[in-house]
Nanobody
Framework: QVQVVESGGGSVQPGGSLRLSCAAS????????MSWYRQAPGKERELMAT????????NYADSVKGRFTISRDTRKNMVYLQMNSLTPDDTAMYYC?????????????WGQGTQVAVSS
């Protein structure tokens, strides 16, 4: 079975930190570009960060650059999002996405999301 499962969300005060985890099963995560998205109620889904299959290159949205860090652990088949200096504007559902051209087809796998709430 193919699954992408996020974890690590929760409630935190402004200025606090969280680390989100994305676990893959049924496929090899190192073959995929991995991304973190977020979506607040009534808002469009927003791309936050992307890491290449090799982990050599990363990209970040301006809104999170310098505060969020995406990383891979190939051995554990997992991807992480370290979030620091959180603000209420970071409150959203956070999603992990895997994407690749694999076996001649474009494949995209989404996780179910994990909720992050930032408030005092």
């Amino acid at each position: 079975q193919v699954q992408v499962v996020e974890s690590g969300g929760g409630s935190v005060q402004p200025g606090g930190s969280l680390r989100l985890s994305c676990a893959a099963s049924g496929f090899t995560l190192s073959n995929y570009a991995m991304s973190w998205y977020r979506q607040a109620p009534g808002k469009e889904r927003e791309l936050m960060a992307t890491i290449t299959p090799t982990g050599v290159a990363t990209n970040y949205a301006d809104s999170v650059k310098g505060r969020f860090t995406i990383s891979r652990d190939t051995r554990k088949n997992m991807v992480y999002l370290q979030m620091n200096s959180l603000t209420p504007d970071d409150t959203a559902m956070y999603y992990c996405k895997a994407a690749a051209v694999r076996l001649g087809e474009f494949r995209v796998y989404w996780g179910q999301g994990t909720q992050v709430a930032v408030s005092s």
